[in-house]
Nanobody, 119 residues
Framework: QVQLVESGGGLVQPGGSLRLSCAASGRIFSINVMGWYRQAPGKERELVATITSGGSTNSADSVKGRFTISRDNAKNTVYLQMNSLKPEDTAVYYC?????????????WGQGTQVTVSS
């Protein structure tokens, strides 16, 4: 069983910063993709950023230049540094790990952490 524990959400003013963390425990294969997704009220869940076990990253156009994803493989932890936050970044942020089992990927999701950007 794989567990993901997220932390770092909260209330921040526009232009401010937050850092999200997601620690994974359990059986995760060495080849995996860790990432962050978000879901705002009334909207579908969308990709924010992903990072492979080799360090390749991908991010949504809406966060490029403001958000940075990173990971610590030794700790099975992924981070999302969010700078220059905007009200439209308000959402529940979910951590996801896709672990390659040799045949395909098993997806695991965290419980979500609320990020609210408001003055």
């Amino acid at each position: 069983q794989v567990q993901l524990v997220e932390s770092g959400g909260g209330l921040v003013q526009p232009g401010g910063s937050l850092r999200l963390s997601c620690a994974a425990s359990g059986r995760i294969f060495s080849i995996n993709v860790m990432g962050w997704y978000r879901q705002a009220p009334g909207k579908e869940r969308e990709l924010v950023a992903t990072i492979t076990s080799g360090g390749s990253t991908n991010s949504a156009d809406s966060v490029k230049g403001r958000f940075t994803i990173s990971r610590d493989n030794a700790k099975n932890t992924v981070y999302l540094q969010m700078n220059s936050l905007k009200p439209e970044d308000t959402a529940v942020y979910y951590c996801k790990v896709a672990s390659f089992n040799g045949l395909g990927y098993d997806d695991y999701w965290g419980q979500g952490t609320q990020v609210t950007v408001s003055s």
